[in-house]
């Protein structure tokens, strides 16, 4: 067996298609709303739904580290809460870290990976993903999926 998938890679946002740099804009501007006083890792994430709706998240740390949410699943959440029965079809994650840099695509943890699947499945639907920075490269995957192949699942 062989796994493999492509996706798109860009020099900067600016190469994006309109909507598409508005939702990085967006992801980067929601690193703002990141509570992130242990890590100093801020990200922001931005998503339209199926419906069109701009949903954004960010992500929120505890000093209890295990309570500490993802941006993605704080989006995820929010969306659900927000606007019940729609879902994502393109989320953009951005970042901004600790040195104040943001220069290279940011990639999403394991179990967001496995969040946006369940999503996928559970609205059977594609989600792309934009991995983005401010001042790098992107990556455009056309579905979560591919980033995690072999997830869990009952
Ligand atoms: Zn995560």
């Not at 000093?63 to 393109?90: D, F, K, M, N, W």
Request: proline share 5%.
């Amino acid at each position: 067996m062989k796994f493999e998938f492509e996706y798109e890679v860009y020099d900067s946002i600016t190469e994006l298609a309109p909507a598409d740099q508005d939702l990085v804009n967006k992801a980067f501007e929601a690193t703002k709303l990141s509570y992130s006083p242990y890590s100093k890792l801020k990200v922001g994430v931005c998503a339209i739904t199926n419906k069109g709706n701009v949903v954004v998240g960010s992500n929120q740390e505890n000093g209890s580290y295990s309570v500490t949410i993802c941006a993605e699943r704080v989006l995820l959440s929010t969306l659900s809460a927000q606007h019940p029965g729609e879902y994502i079809t393109t989320i953009a994650i951005s970042y901004l870290d600790w040195n104040n840099n943001s220069d290279k695509p940011i990639t999403p943890c394991g179990v967001c990976r496995q969040a946006i699947l369940e999503h996928q499945i559970q609205h059977k639907c594609n989600v792309r993903v934009i991995l983005s920075s401010k001042n790098g490269q992107v990556y455009v995957i056309k579905k979560g999926s591919d980033l995690l192949p072999l997830p869990f699942s009952i």
